[in-house]
């Protein structure tokens, strides 16, 4: 087992969930998906699917001003026994 904890995600899907034009400063809410392996010190692993809103503030060059993640939370996911 290894000495060090890790954390692997990898992106399954992305959507845009609304489009705000306020006061001339573009915002997009999006939600993600990602797969997420997590394995702790102990050999604890935890393997599932996580979901997260996210708000994007653009400038009028279309680059990101600001944004504001939500909280992540767990849409499956299952706890695997680590090593005895």
Aim: glycine share 10%.
């Amino acid at each position: 087992m290894d000495s060090d904890g890790f954390v692997k995600r990898g992106l399954v899907r992305s959507d845009l969930l609304r489009f705000e034009n306020i006061e001339g400063q573009d915002r997009f809410n999006v939600h993600i998906e990602y797969r997420v392996f997590i394995k702790d010190i102990s050999g604890t692993e935890i393997v599932g699917l996580k979901g997260q809103e996210i708000v994007f503030w653009i400038n009028n060059d279309d680059t990101v001003e600001d944004y504001f993640p939500f909280e992540e939370y767990w849409i499956e996911g299952r706890v695997l026994r680590g090593e005895e």
